[in-house]
T-cell receptor
């Protein structure tokens, strides 16, 4: 099976803009989780979607949102970008919500200027 | 809240030698899963090994094994016969039975393998 794919791999935006990141899970996986990775804060959980419903949400402002489509693909949106949003955004999929293993995509490197 | 602590920001090991990476965690849950993930410079996170808390037997995957001490809330990773390809950032992660798919990660240990 193909692994988790994320597009785009690299993105440069300016403050105040918005951005949409995409994640395609492993075929058959219905749960998609998003993480933000920064040198200062490490890996932080953003949210999880399962069967088009948000199941869990981390401690991030409302500027961060997401959705999941019927084919399990997920998008994450960040509005009104700030410099501190520069990070590697990782997507992970698992077959079900609450199963024990997540498989990660290669990430999207977002730079906010 | 669950916390995961990796007290070794950096470690190094000679090729073919053995190295142990430390991880401790704090939880009030009795049922949970623990993981070690590897993130090489390519940035793709790769699952190394996982351990179910209800299993007393330590997990093993080829050259990788864990020492799981539930009472001490300790979960160390041993890499035997270290290879150059083992060089990466290693993250310890926790997932509770009641926290859905939310993983809690440690801050990582950067492993250097010396030829």
């Amino acid at each position: 099976k193909a692994g988790v794919t994320q597009t785009p791999r690299y993105l440069i935006k300016t403050r105040g803009q918005q951005v949409t990141l995409s994640c395609s899970p492993i075929s058959g996986h219905r749960s998609v989780s998003w993480y933000q990775q920064t040198p200062g804060q490490g890996l932080q959980f953003l949210f999880e979607y399962f069967s088009e419903t948000q199941r869990n949400k981390g401690n991030f402002p409302g500027r961060f949102s997401g959705r999941q489509f019927s084919n399990s693909r997920s998008e994450m949106n960040v509005s009104t970008l700030e410099l501190g949003d520069s990070a590697l955004y990782l997507c992970a999929s698992s077959e079900f919500s609450g199963t024990d293993t997540q498989y990660f995509g290669p990430g999207t490197r977002l730079t906010v200027l | 809240a669950q916390t995961v602590t990796q007290s070794q920001p950096e470690m190094s090991v000679q090729e073919a030698e053995t190295v142990t990476l430390s991880c401790t965690y704090d939880t009030s849950e009795s049922d949970y899963y623990l993981f070690w993930y590897k993130q090489p410079p390519s940035r793709q996170m790769i699952l190394v090994i996982r351990q179910e808390a209800y299993k007393q037997q330590n997990a093993t995957e080829n050259r990788f094994s864990v020492n799981f001490q539930k009472a001490a809330k300790s979960f160390s990773l041993k890499i035997s016969d270290s290879q150059l390809g083992d060089a990466a950032m290693y993250f310890c992660a926790y997932r509770g039975s009641n926290t859905g798919n939310q993983f809690y990660f440690g801050t990582g240990t950067s492993l250097t393998v010396i030829p």
